[in-house]
Nanobody, 125 residues
Framework: QVQLVESGGGLVQTGGSLRLSCAAS????????VAWFRQAPGKEREFVAA????????NYANSVKGRLTISRDNAKNTVYLEMNSLKPEDTAVYYC??????????????????WGQGTQVTVSS
């Protein structure tokens, strides 16, 4: 098991930027694929981005491509989500999650067995 703690959320205006962090503790962090998901009020949790164990491969949801960037620093046991050109529809609770295996489909929520508690991102219009 790996424990995950998100931070960096907040209130920002349309067009603004935020950087979310996902700090890990417990098992060897570099063994895990890490993803960001988000859940808006009244909606299902949806995939945002994923990064492979080494950081050499990434996946993004079409809705965030070109605006959000996932990265990781294994020496710091941390994954980041750089968020630019934010829109009101990006408002949600953002969760990081971890799993062992990088596959062709890394957007499946049920594949992730480790989750953080979430951090709120609110984009005002």
């Amino acid at each position: 098991q790996v424990q995950l703690v998100e931070s960096g959320g907040g209130l920002v205006q349309t067009g603004g930027s935020l950087r979310l962090s996902c700090a890990a503790s417990g098992r060897t962090f570099s063994n895990y694929v890490v993803a960001w998901f988000r859940q808006a009020p009244g909606k299902e949790r949806e995939f945002v981005a994923a990064i492979s164990q080494s950081g050499g491969s990434t996946n993004y949801a079409n809705s965030v491509k070109g605006r959000l960037t996932i990265s990781r620093d294994n020496a710091k046991n941390t994954v980041y989500l750089e968020m630019n050109s934010l829109k009101p529809e990006d408002t949600a609770v953002y969760y990081c999650a971890a799993k062992f295996t990088w596959t062709n489909i890394n957007s499946e929520l049920r594949a992730y067995g480790n989750w953080g508690q979430g951090t709120q991102v609110t984009v005002s219009s």
